[in-house]
């Protein structure tokens, strides 16, 4: 199955590099680009891409709030495509909002040419971009911010059951599933659909999401663990 890109970058040279390198490969299918956030809005509704490459600043509309319209489209909109926010920064505030609209991860644009190709490939699949390590980064500018209160008593959210709480906390540690499982002794896959129940339970879109609900709900808070 083909995977259709649109990249959206103010940046003319980054465009033309982004789509040469991913109109290579034989399963990725660049359909369009746009120069802004509102072209790139317009562009994603037209094109019904399964991806798009979203920078993060950008004149006439960032990639912020093109991101947003992108994932909370109005009604009888109803393609959504997966989002990969693109920046120069490892993490800031523009990309923490966006992973909260529903954005799928994001990358840095220096990255080498063949992570930008399994970011798209990763993304399309549904899986979030968000790499243990990266967790980490997140984790780290969520320790700059005030913490949530705390919740009294023995947090459980979303009618989670006491292990899906525990996978849930370690997720937000920033723990990958094979650590997950090493540290609860469970089989990979068994750790895997407790991730798959705790999204569902939760509504969430990926493991993004999941980091940060954990941090905002206050089930856990910079600086534990």
Do not use: C
């Amino acid at each position: 199955m083909t995977i259709k890109v649109i990249i959206v970058d103010d940046q003319a040279m980054v465009r033309a590099g982004f789509a040469a390198l991913l109109a290579a490969q034989s399963d990725i299918d660049v359909v369009g680009d746009a120069a802004d956030g509102r072209q790139g809005v317009a562009l994603s509704r037209s094109a019904h891409p399964d991806v798009v490459l979203m920078d993060v600043r950008m004149p006439e509309m960032d990639g912020l709030e093109a991101a947003r319209q992108i994932l909370d489209p109005p009604l009888g909109v109803t393609h959504r495509p997966k989002v990969l926010m693109l920046t120069t920064f490892d993490v800031d505030d523009y990309v923490y909002e966006a992973l909260r609209a529903g954005a799928s991860g994001f990358l840095l644009k220096d990255a080498p040419p063949a992570d930008l190709i399994s970011a798209v490939r990763v993304v399309a699949a549904g899986e979030a971009l968000l790499a243990p390590s990266v967790t980490r980064r997140l984790i780290a500018d969520f320790a700059k911010r005030p913490a949530p209160r705390r919740r009294s008593g023995t947090v459980r959210p979303g009618g989670l059951t006491p292990r899906e709480t525990e996978v849930l906390e370690l997720i937000a540690r920033g723990l990958s599933n094979q650590e997950i499982a090493d540290r609860l002794v469970l089989a990979e896959q068994t750790v895997k659909t407790h991730v798959g129940r705790v999204l569902a339970k939760l509504n969430l879109r990926d493991r993004a999401q999941a980091v940060i609900f954990a941090y905002e709900s206050g089930l856990v808070t910079p600086g534990e663990g």
